[in-house]
């Protein structure tokens, strides 16, 4: 499973921003997918998921309201919409899956819960 992010970039405080991840390879072995991201100094962390089909969407206490996860129905692709985007939000965004039938506890999703990873996309905000 091969997974590119993009869509990161420089934006201002309050800006929106969309970000994409176009999985590739053999994809039927996904089960979930989604965003994680890493500050500056910081331990990466889980933002939102998804089903691989693009249901159960979830999210982190700390983006919910101002971050939506959705997939495109017709191709491959995972969005991350960011809405009135805040200094605290300047990260290194990541892309991961989720290998069907490995477990993992939903209420406390880490990194090691996904086992693909794309590169990561740039995300810094200004004031």
């Known amino acids: 499973v091969q997974l590119q992010a993009s869509g990161g970039g420089l934006v201002q405080a309050g800006d929106s921003l969309r970000l994409s991840c176009a999985a590739s390879?053999?994809?039927?072995?996904?089960?979930?997918w989604g965003w994680f991201r890493q500050a500056p100094g910081k331990e990466r962390e889980f933002v939102a998921k998804i089903s691989w089909s693009g249901g159960m969407p979830g999210y982190a206490d700390s983006v919910k309201g101002r971050f939506t996860v959705s997939r495109d129905g017709a191709e491959d692709t995972m969005y991350l919409q960011i809405n009135n985007l805040e200094l605290e939000d300047t990260a290194v965004y990541y892309c991961?899956?989720?290998?069907?039938?490995?477990?993992?506890?939903?209420?406390?999703?880490?990194?090691?819960?996904?086992?693909?990873w794309g590169r990561g996309t740039q995300v810094t905000v200004s004031s």
């Open positions: 390879g053999r994809t039927s072995m996904i089960y979930a």
């Open positions: 991961a899956a989720k290998r069907r039938y490995t477990p993992i506890n939903w209420t406390t999703v880490t990194p090691s819960d996904f086992q693909f």
